[in-house]
């Protein structure tokens, strides 16, 4: 069992920044990949980003790369995701979400993600 909670949301201006966190609790952190989704309202959730158990390896949608970065912190048993360089597109719910089985990599489909946080709102104004 995995407890899974978001946080750092908010309200930011287009060309801003955000940091989440996604702090987790349960079985051993450093045994599994994390992964961030994201929902936007009358959209379906989609894949954002994921990174590897040991951070080695990360991959990102083609939609936010070279803008958002995701990193853990094993020892905090946190993933974060800093999002630069916001934009209105941006703006959805961002869930995080832990693969405890693994498998094919990169993980970037819901189903191979056992475990999602509550989501954390993010809003981009223009």
């Known amino acids: 069992q995995v407890q899974l909670v978001e946080s750092g949301g908010g309200l930011v201006q287009a060309g801003g920044s955000l940091r989440l966190s996604c702090a987790a609790s349960?079985?051993?952190?450093?045994?599994?990949?994390m992964g961030w989704f994201r929902q936007a309202p009358g959209k379906e959730r989609e894949f954002v980003a994921t990174i590897s158990r040991g951070g080695s390896r990360t991959h990102y949608a083609d939609s936010v790369k070279g803008r958002f970065t995701i990193s853990r912190d094993n020892a905090k048993t946190t993933v974060y995701l800093q999002m630069n360089s916001l934009a209105p597109e941006d703006t959805a719910v961002y869930y995080c979400a832990a693969d405890l089985h693994g498998g094919s990599w990169p993980t970037r489909y819901q189903y191979e993600y056992e475990y999602w946080g509550q989501g954390t709102q993010v809003t981009v104004s223009s």
């Open positions: 349960g079985r051993s952190f450093s045994s599994y990949a």
